[in-house]
């Protein structure tokens, strides 16, 4: 059997007319969402809970628990579709959209049903013109056939589903922010709890949920839940879309088995490393998560196995001393966005390192301490190191700022700049090390002294890594 | 010069919004759609642009202004005739951006966000645009165009060199980007 036998949403990627009604329909399309109009919300609900479905927006939540954390006399619920996609390596919400989007709108559909939701907004990322065209057109074509609006199929079900585009914000794609974002208000998260699920839009119970987890319900209405999780591993349920970027002969947005292996999907999926070459390290779902260096590449890519899998080093924040994620609990990395990204064994990771964080500098909302003046210290440092101005003691000062951050912010933004620092600095020790070493030879015998901040304009030395 | 107006297309796409948000909250929620409009059919959004916002949602300016400067899509100042916008983020960088936002610099004569001497273009250095697998990725706007905003992938400098010139010619070599 080769990885492509099943597929639940890519089937018809690529096909220019799949993005129309009139094409969804022939293949089935909406026969899921007629027949979930006259189900029990409460037996979708099971449906999903049996299906193992897990967030595929970052996080790997259970949907179905979620979901249970409604408030079950709740008047007013909202569905809000998180479609802002901006986590660097991540790009395949951006497929589903274009080229399935019937898929988003039916699935918005059921879960409509299960959660009693009569106003359903997706939150598309403000970039995405393309998309919010195509998702519109779909939006249009379902309400001229009496899909969405008053009495939807002619039952007594009615839903409004409105596109909401961003202004360019990564904060954004984090719930909380989304949802000051969509009241008209700047994107500044919130504290939680309250989780969203009890107070969240004009505070009201409202589930957030990814693209792509929407995307597999009508697929677990058709089959049902057990023959979700049948597909999936343990207790994740279903395919995974991942995207692969970077140094691979073929890149791109494929939707496989969980148990794929990071070696299995560079090898087999995307035709090996470029020019033959060996990998340095793979990002195993966007670049908030921890790399991975070439030795831990025969791990699952499922969310329990990138966990805790044992040939995954843990991350550290000096040699021998172990990051603490709360309550003991260590880190190795997560399956997070399925943004998959392959770095050849010719990338300088120091620079690879720093463009992460000079990221996560450029998108933090500033609200808190740790993470706004912690980030811009980090690009700071991560700069000098990686553009040979490094100075003794800088590679510990990246993870001791790091360490600083983690844990200590209102949202995971800080996390997401700590982690995947502490994991680079884990791993490559020895780039960082010897870059800074390299850096001191150079400037004892340069007549002109290595500035004492971070250029301006840090790209002006040229950023290649 | 008559003082400036929200267009008939925005009135028209704020009272078909309106209805999708609760009693009381469609004037707030409103405010990110409108900004964009607006900046369509002004290129850029001022403070008289601002105030027209507010008054017509019936916020104070200094909300709309705190909303519209959170933002990175919304221009303070007026654009070039074309907003090329670089995608240096980790997926482009492993595949040469910097080589090719370089090239964009020193054939523009600017630095990041800045606009040529001919007003023709404004370039800026962008995070990831979720393309990362046809790196290096650039999206182009053109003022007065909404439907324009393109990508360009899988960029090279033989490939920019060619969009330049095309820019140059006043004109987006829509045959290059999808
Ligand atoms: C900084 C940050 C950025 C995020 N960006 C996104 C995003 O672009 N898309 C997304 O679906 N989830 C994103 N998330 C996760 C969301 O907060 C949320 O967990 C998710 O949308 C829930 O959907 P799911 O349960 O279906 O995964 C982000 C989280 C953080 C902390
Ligand atoms: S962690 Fe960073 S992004 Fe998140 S709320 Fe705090 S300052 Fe904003
Ligand atoms: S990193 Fe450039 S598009 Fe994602």
């Not at chain 1, 969240?200 to 597999?216: D, K, M, S």
């Not at chain 2, 404004?122 to 905003?149: D, N, Y």
Request: proline share 5%; hydrophobic share 40%.
């Amino acid at each position: 059997m080769g990885w492509f036998d099943v597929k639940i949403i890519s089937e018809h990627f690529g096909v220019p007319e799949a993005k129309r009604l009139e094409y969804y329909e022939s293949k089935g399309g909406y026969l899921n969402a007629r027949k979930a109009t006259a189900m029990a919300p409460e037996s979708i609900a099971a449906e999903v809970q049996a299906s193992n479905l897990r967030g595929r927006g970052g996080a790997g939540f259970p949907t179905a628990m979620k979901w249970s954390f409604v408030p079950k006399d709740a008047e007013t619920v909202y569905l809000v579709v998180n479609a802002d996609e901006s986590e660097p390596g991540t790009f395949k919400d951006r497929h589903i959209l274009f080229w399935n989007p019937h898929a988003l709108v039916e699935g918005m559909i059921i879960a409509s049903i299960a959660l009693k939701v009569r106003n359903a907004y997706v939150y598309i990322r403000g970039e995405m013109a393309r998309e919010y065209r195509v998702l519109q057109a779909a939006i249009d074509e379902a309400y001229a056939k009496g899909y969405l609006g008053e009495r939807i199929f002619g039952s007594g079900v009615s839903l409004d589903i409105t596109v909401y585009r961003g202004l360019g914000a990564y904060i954004c794609g984090e719930e909380t922010a989304l949802l000051s974002s969509l009241e008209g208000g700047r994107g500044w998260p919130r504290l939680k709890p309250p989780f969203p699920a009890v107070k969240g839009l004009w505070g009201q119970p409202t589930i957030v949920n990814n693209v792509e987890t929407i995307a597999n319900l009508p697929w677990i209405v058709e089959h049902g839940g057990k023959a979700f999780a049948d597909l999936g591993v343990g207790r994740s349920g279903g395919l995974r879309i991942v995207s692969v970027c970077g140094h691979v002969n073929k890149p791109g947005v494929y939707e496989l088995p969980l148990s794929i292996t990071g070696r299995q999907l560079i090898d087999e999926v995307c035709g090996g490393v470029r020019g033959g070459r060996k990998v340095k390290g793979v990002i195993p779902g966007g670049v908030s998560m921890p790399v991975l260096a070439a030795d831990e590449l025969d791990v699952p890519f499922e969310f329990d196995a990138l966990q805790k899998d044992e040939r995954i080093r843990e991350v550290e924040v000096r040699p021998g001393q172990k990051f603490d994620l709360g309550g003991g609990r260590t880190l190795r990395t997560m399956a997070g966005s399925g943004g998959v990204v392959v770095m050849d064994d010719q990338t300088d990771i120091t620079k690879a390192a720093w463009r992460i964080v000079h990221f996560f500098a450029e998108e933090s909302c500033g609200q808190c301490t740790p993470c706004r003046e912690g980030t811009g210290w980090l690009a700071a440092v991560a700069h000098r190191i990686a553009f040979d101005h490094g100075r003794a003691g800088d590679v510990d000062l990246l993870a001791s700022i790091s360490d600083g951050i983690a844990g200590n912010t209102i949202c995971a933004l800080g996390d997401a700049a700590a982690w995947p620092t502490l994991a680079f600095v884990t791993k490559y020790r020895d780039e960082f090390d010897a870059k800074v070493r390299t850096a001191s030879l150079h400037h004892r015998s340069s007549p002109h002294p290595a500035p004492s901040h971070a250029p301006a304009a840090p790209h002006d030395e040229g950023g290649g890594a | 010069m008559a003082a400036k107006q929200l267009s008939n297309e925005i009135e028209a796409r704020i009272r078909q919004l309106w209805p999708r948000f609760p009693e009381g909250k469609a004037g707030r929620a409103l405010c990110l759609p409108v900004l964009y409009m607006a900046q369509e059919q002004f290129g850029h959004v001022d403070a008289e642009v601002i105030d027209l916002i507010a008054a017509r949602l019936e916020l104070t300016p200094a909300h709309v202004t705190g909303v519209s400067t959170f933002y990175f899509m919304i221009n303070k100042d007026r654009p070039g005739r074309y907003h090329l916008q670089v995608c240096t983020n980790i997926g482009c960088q492993l595949m040469g951006a910097y080589d090719v936002f370089d090239r964009c610099k020193a054939r523009l004569g600017v630095s990041n966000r800045q606009t040529s001497r001919d007003d023709n273009v404004t370039l800026t250095e962008v995070e990831c645009l979720a393309a990362c697998g046809f790196g290096p990725v650039a999206q182009i706007a053109e003022r007065g165009k909404p439907e324009i905003p393109l990508y360009f992938e899988n960029l090279d400098l033989k490939k920019i060199d060619a969009i330049l010139d095309a820019l140059a010619e006043g004109r987006v070599p829509t045959e290059l980007g999808n």
